[in-house]
């Protein structure tokens, strides 16, 4: 494929354990060397165009990641690194965890895996390029701007209160 | 003039940390007056899942409170248990698990070593100690399949034997990692650079160590000889090793530490394969856990309390995990009085904190 | 069951604490464990490898005086222990008034 631009990454541990930021880290490093695509870690959500997240969600850091969100520049993607970032996974039960990444900002990726692989981080982060590329274009033509957290938390309750009332629906049918 | 005092807020997201702690830094000009740490952006809560998963389950929960020092917690755990349950488990089962913990060890401390070179500025020797480290990792995946979770603890021994001609196989690896590390070494410890940025800085004497409740590597470089591995859990009764310590006190004595740890790890994990007995590796066990038991074992970072109350039923009562970051940080605190504001990375790494351990 | 524990009252709490320090332990941990409807505080503490351990009995609604004055580094087991299973303990020396761990729910554990 073709790779047009040199996206940089910033990556957030949410409440992973650990394994999945490691592992961030690892494919930055000469093994697996992101770097080759001209992809640089940063630490500055401004400077950043791929937001890698880790972990669940949880009730004191769900701000922290909406404000770092909020902060990148337009086009930017999301990804959800490991299952926990995808959906809570082993700690989906915890009194602190409220779910995945995609509680509180939209996910473009969702990459599985407990700790997730570097190998499938860079598949993610390939298949985040790509959308990066089309959000670029539309942004190009005035068709596109992406959702702030705040408009995405609007989205979400509409949905649920859809869900909701289809729910009660079926219920007296 | 005088100084005005202003307060710094560091993190939680921040370039030098790949987990996020906040810190508030009472400062006057580029001096730190005070350091007033933060935790809880990484808490889950996993400790209250004895109410949903049962005590077997559970070691894959505790396998998961961090992803670094994941085989200590998956032992620490399953250890409490089986002392509580009265299980021996057998010779081979405890001599891979010294072999899978010290293997832990050097791929925890390698990461140290890179964080550590990234927060000083020095990134191609980040790269560098990490390649080792992919070496260790390799031989974790060839042992148990899992590069840095592995989840082949089991209460009553292992999930699965790792051959003997695998075992054999980690030799000439375990040689290129320490010729690989002795090159780095230089770097850390003789680089004129590189002493400039650790040598004095964030002293901590002997008695501040021990009485703030420190522990590993950042006691140990204080000049305290306490290492839980002495005591002689799992298969560290066979083997030869001596206390590391160094009277720095400094961030070079804890970067001294951990260098010396990593060569000191090789060399047990040789005496495991050479030692290794031949038997089965999972004694059945039955029944439930009924009774309380502490047990305190040395992870990377330094002693881990690991508490299970049990009253016989398939959920536990009570795990409570006390992670050495935790007893760790009034200690930071104190390092960090009086220390430059461009020092700080460098002293919040040194303790090499494990947030998520920390908060679990 | 755990080696070297001293069950105490409440009451002795402190004056057992003091001793401990003058025979020079350093504070290991402490841990709150929920017991019927009471809980139940381990308070351990070492010499080198020894290990001992101190266990209070406290009921709901009772207050824990803090350890603080006499191990300065307890601050945060003791903040852990009032956020978690909402024991209040009084005079903690750095205390976070229930914001060093913020959770959706008010002491889960308790």
Do not use: E, R, T
């Given at each position: 494929m073709r790779i047009s631009k040199s996206p940089w990454l910033l990556h957030y541990d949410?409440?992973?354990?650990n394994g999945c930021d490691i592992e961030v880290l690892a494919a930055t490093t000469p093994r697996f060397d992101v770097e080759r695509f001209g992809i640089i870690n940063t630490g500055n959500p401004k400077h950043a165009d791929i937001f890698l997240c880790t972990g669940g969600v949880n009730s004191q850091n769900q701000d922290v990641i909406r404000q770092i969100y909020d902060q990148m520049p337009d086009p930017k993607v999301v990804l959800a690194c490991g299952i926990c970032a995808c959906?809570?996974?082993?700690?989906?039960?915890?009194?602190?965890i409220l779910g995945g990444t995609d509680t509180v900002i939209p996910v473009d990726v969702y990459v599985p895996g407990c700790a997730v692989r570097p190998e499938a981080l860079i598949d993610g982060v390939v298949k985040a390029l790509k959308l990066l590329d089309e959000k670029a274009d539309k942004m190009k033509r005035g068709e596109y701007r992406s959702m702030t957290s705040a408009e995405y938390a609007e989205a979400l309750k509409i949905k649920g209160q859809l869900a909701e009332a289809a729910d009660t629906e079926e219920k007296d049918a | 003039m005088a100084a005005k005092r202003s307060v710094i807020p560091f993190g939680p997201?921040?370039?030098?940390?790949p987990e996020p702690i906040h810190i508030d830094l009472v400062t006057e000009d580029e001096k730190v007056i005070e350091a007033i740490p933060s935790i809880g952006f990484v808490h889950r809560g996993l400790e209250h899942l004895v109410t949903k998963k049962d005590f077997g389950e559970m070691v894959y929960v505790a396998e998961r409170i961090?992803?670094?020092c994941s085989f200590g917690h998956g032992y620490g755990y399953v250890d409490a248990i089986e002392h509580i349950m009265n299980i021996e488990p057998t010779n081979r089962a405890k001599y891979i698990r010294t072999l899978l913990f010290e293997l832990s060890r050097m791929h925890s401390h390698i990461l140290w070593l890179g964080l550590m070179a990234d927060a000083f500025g020095f990134e191609s020797l980040f790269m560098e100690t990490w390649k080792y480290r992919e070496k260790v990792l390799d031989m974790l995946e060839a042992a148990t399949g899992g590069r840095v979770i592995f989840s082949i603890m089991r209460i009553g021994g292992l999930r699965k034997d790792v051959p003997d001609e695998v075992l054999q196989g980690f030799l000439p690896g375990l040689d290129e990692i320490e010729e690989g590390i002795k090159a780095c070494e230089k770097a850390f410890l003789s680089d004129p650079a590189v002493l400039s940025r650790l040598k004095g800085v964030g002293y901590l004497s002997k008695e501040d160590a021990i009485d703030l409740g420190c522990e590993g590597p950042f006691l140990r470089a204080s000049g305290v000889a306490r290492d839980n591995r002495t005591s002689g859990y799992a298969a560290y009764g066979d083997m030869d090793f001596e206390v590391i310590t160094s009277d720095d006190g400094d961030s070079y004595g804890r970067c001294y530490v951990r260098i010396q740890e990593i060569y000191q790890s090789a060399g047990i994990v040789r005496q495991c394969i050479e030692k290794m007995p031949k038997e089965g590796i999972y004694v059945p066990i039955k029944g439930f856990p009924n009774g309380e038991y502490m047990t305190i074992i040395e992870q990377p970072r330094g002693g881990a309390c690991y508490y299970v109350h049990a009253s016989?039923?398939?959920?536990?009562e009570r795990m409570r995990v006390r992670t050495p970051t935790f007893a760790n940080i009034p200690a930071l605190a104190k390092t960090l009085q009086g220390c430059d504001v461009a020092d700080v990375p460098i002293l919040v790494v040194t303790i090499d904190p494990c947030i998520s351990c920390t908060e679990r | 069951m755990l080696e070297n524990t001293e069950e105490i009252e409440l009451i002795g709490l402190l004056n057992k604490i003091k001793e401990m320090k003058t025979d020079g332990s350093r504070i290991v941990q402490i841990c709150a464990t929920k017991i019927g409807s009471s809980y139940e505080l381990l308070y351990t503490f070492g010499i080198d490898y020894d290990i001992k351990h101190v266990k209070v009995k406290t009921e709901p609604g009772e207050h824990v005086p803090s350890i603080t004055d006499i191990f300065p580094a307890a601050y945060l087991y003791e903040n852990e222990i009032h956020d978690l299973f909402g024991i209040a303990i009084d005079g903690i020396n750095h205390d976070y008034k229930g914001k060093l761990y913020r959770t959706p729910v008010e002491a889960p554990f308790g």
């Open positions: 949410g409440s992973s354990c959906d809570g996974g082993i700690f989906k039960d915890c009194y602190n | 997201q921040h370039p030098v940390l961090c992803g670094i016989g039923k398939k959920f536990i | -």
